[in-house]
């Protein structure tokens, strides 16, 4: 069975520090990893997304991921957080033949100025 | 264009009233998911749909049922509600004709079960 953790509720960091949210994933075959991110009162917006090629993937908003296969791990990073970057994210990997996201359970980032 | 939309967005409900959450897409895509968000749990999969007519299970489907009768639309209903189904629930559709798609989520519908 797929699965992925977040082993932090929450993250602390201050404006202007490098930010780092961790995720870990078991799956059986090559993966296929997402972070979304979500705002208060919002619905999910995606971020980026794993499906093969460099380990590091760019997306949205200046966050970027390292896909790590020795580690099982595609944990989401940025140099320099925002306090608009405060929001609930969450790992996902994708079931390739359903389409299905089995997700964390979300981790909180609280920047702070 | 207006992505996935969801009806309504706030329903507060007594306990054993019956209500169904409406979802739409106007991306033509084929396959569409209802999840529900709570707390320290992430996003759960309730039922999905891999096409018009077709339903399946997904990880915590009792006491709801679905229905796909138009490809645009993905119907949850809650026949009896219970205070447990008290929740957010997220709408997202997606196509496989390319693997690196992603999921498209609606708004969200929050819903009270007193």
């Known amino acids: 069975a797929q699965s992925v953790a977040q082993p932090e509720d929450q993250v602390n960091v201050a404006e202007g520090n490098p930010l780092t949210v961790k995720c870990t994933y078991s799956?059986?075959?090559?993966?296929?990893l997402f972070w979304y991110v979500q705002y208060p009162n919002r619905g999910l917006q995606f971020l980026l997304k794993?499906?093969?090629?460099?380990?590091l993937v760019k997306g949205s908003y200046g966050f970027e991921a390292e896909f790590n296969k020795s580690q099982t791990s595609f944990h989401l990073k940025k140099p320099s957080a925002l306090v608009s970057d405060s929001a609930l994210y969450f790992c996902?990997?994708?079931?390739?033949?359903?389409?299905?996201?089995?997700f964390g359970q979300g981790t909180t980032l609280q920047v702070k100025p | 264009n207006a992505g996935v939309t969801q009806t309504p967005k706030f329903r507060v409900l007594k306990t054993g009233q019956s209500m169904t959450l409406l979802c739409a897409q106007d991306?033509?895509?084929?396959?569409m998911y209802w999840y529900r968000q709570d707390p320290g749990m992430g996003l759960r999969l309730i039922h999905y749909?891999?096409?018009?007519?077709?339903?399946a299970k997904g990880e915590v489907p009792d006491g709801y049922n679905v229905s796909r009768l138009k490809k645009q639309n993905f119907l949850l209903g809650l026949e009896s509600a219970a205070p447990s189904q008290t929740s957010v629930y997220f709408c997202?559709?997606?196509?496989?004709?390319?693997?690196?798609?992603?999921?498209?989520f609606g708004p969200g519908t929050r819903l009270l079960v007193l």
């Open positions: 799956v059986s075959g090559n993966p296929y």
């Open positions: 749909s891999v096409g018009e007519g077709t339903t």
């Open positions: 991306m033509n895509h084929e396959y």
């Open positions: 997202a559709s997606t196509t496989l004709a390319d693997l690196q798609e992603t999921q498209y």
């Open positions: 996902a990997v994708r079931d390739p033949n359903t389409g299905k996201l089995i």
């Open positions: 794993y499906i093969t090629g460099d380990n």
